[in-house]
């Protein structure tokens, strides 16, 4: 998988996170558990790969200003 696209993916998830955590706290309504079930197996690897996805965010980021 090219770096690029890595990315890529990256931001779509921090987006999906930002905005599930913003359905959350406005209408308190979970996103990705309304269509994938409350703590099923699907709603957890979202979760991680959310996370994931921040940490590579703010590692690129931190390399970056080298």
């Not at 090219?2 to 706290?25: D, E, P, R």
């Not at 197996?41 to 970056?64: E, H, N, P, Q, R």
């Amino acid at each position: 998988m090219k770096k690029g696209t890595l990315s890529t993916i990256a931001v779509v998830l921090v987006i999906v996170g930002g905005l599930n955590w913003g359905l959350v706290g406005l209408l308190e309504w979970n996103l990705v558990e309304a269509i994938f079930g409350i703590s099923t197996v699907i709603t957890k690897i979202i979760y991680d790969l959310v996370g994931l996805s921040a940490i590579y965010m703010v590692y690129t980021s931190m390399s970056k200003g080298e």
